[in-house]
């Protein structure tokens, strides 16, 4: 079977190793270099807490692969399971931790809620005004700007062919399969695995599937390297956006942030979206009240990147509705770091296997359609 990937983002890079790794002859296309969109501007969380019940399946699936992930490609990506904290500062928000707790356990995930006195010790520092916690020991991060790059030389390994720089001009359907005009050359192939990420919408869309999905910017920030003391991904439960922080401390003692600044519009020609020193402040604000700490340190660095975001939140993920050949997997919305080893393994076992162990009926393409 061959195999053209769009997108050489996690998604993409992912797909085309497990593919690989099934068997399949793959040719992945990126438009720029490997994991330099989405990918690149995460901020390397890989949680679980407070996904959408319909992705904790797919989650548990991507976590059990994380694990995997150093002797699998042979390369330490920094994953890191070093538990995810979220801090509650109000009854509402302790409510709504509560009824996600509830709701998440038949699906798998186990969370455990803390008190004021236990997270100051087990946690110093964080939180000081917080009245509780949901901690998720198993969960962590892991380094963005590594894994894409490790899943496409490992893909590459497996026979994968791997063409960096190469702006698609074209894609069609023929009479055997797909054809794929690129700035490199023509390609063909029997199926097309659609990951291109912000991009995704528009290779649908050619095959007269519509997805309502935004282009938009996160702003994400690290600082000067601190003591380390921080060892779980902090984030928080709100209902307000203003102060939807998290944080991370890397090894080497960076803190890594971001949220609590809206992410903004993105124009896909260049495709990327660059950080507002406008903004700072009020992010600076909304992390200090997980880590005062902060308050105290420089920011040496800010950036941005270019995210698809689906009008309902969850991601398109599985075969066109339209096309027999053709499968999505694209639009998770600035969540989908964590899901990236899930989503390569399931959409692998589903384009050579036709099924896939993990539910992905949600996700669906035709979910848009008038009485879908």
């Known amino acids: ?78 994953f890191r399971a070093t538990g995810h904290i979220r801090l509650i500062f109000d009854a509402g928000s302790l409510c709504d931790m509560q009824a996600y707790a509830q709701a998440a356990r038949p699906w798998g995930l186990a969370l455990e809620e803390l008190g004021p006195r236990e997270i100051r010790a087990r946690f110093p520092g964080l939180g000081p005004d917080a009245i509780a916690a949901s901690f998720s020991p198993h969960d962590g991060s892991g380094n963005p700007r590594l894994i894409a790059p490790a899943f496409a030389e490992a893909a590459r390994k497996l026979g994968a062919e791997i063409i960096e720089e190469a702006r698609v001009e074209k894609v069609a359907r023929t009479g055997s399969g797909f054809l794929v005009a690129s700035s490199k050359g023509v390609l063909a192939a029997e199926c097309l695995l659609n990951t291109a990420g912000a991009w995704g919408a528009r290779i649908a869309a050619a095959f007269g599937e519509e997805v309502p999905l935004e282009a938009r910017g996160p702003q994400m920030g690290v600082t000067e390297p ?139 393409i035709d979910r848009f359609c008038i009485g879908a």
């Open 226 to 364: 601190l003591p380390h003391r921080v060892l779980p991904v902090v984030g928080i439960w709100t209902r307000d956006k203003d102060y939807g922080a998290y944080l991370r401390q890397v090894e080497r003692g960076n803190i890594v942030f971001g949220g609590a600044a809206e992410r903004v519009t993105v124009d896909l020609e260049p495709g990327h979206a660059c950080a507002d020193p406008m903004r700072l402040p009020m992010q600076l604000r909304a992390v200090a009240r997980l880590l005062p700490a902060i308050a105290k340190v420089a920011v040496i660095r800010t950036w941005s990147g270019c995210e698809g975001y689906v009008r309902d939140m969850l991601p398109v993920m599985g075969r066109s509705a339209t096309t027999p050949g053709l499968f999505h997997a694209f639009g998770f919305s600035g969540h989908g770091f964590q899901l990236g080893p899930g989503v390569g393994d399931a959409m692998a076992q589903l384009i050579t296997t036709g099924r896939s162990e993990t539910p992905l009926d949600d996700f669906r």
């Open 1 to 78: 079977m061959d195999v053209i990937v769009l997108g050489g983002g996690l998604m993409g890079t992912a797909s085309a190793y497990f593919l690989a790794r099934r068997g399949a002859r793959v040719t992945l296309i990126e438009r720029n270099r490997v994991g330099t969109g989405a990918t690149v501007a995460s901020f390397g969380n890989i949680r679980r807490t407070g996904r959408h019940q319909s992705q904790l399946p797919l989650a548990h699936r991507s976590l059990r692969l994380w694990g995997e992930a150093e002797k699998m490609l042979g390369r330490d990506v920094e």
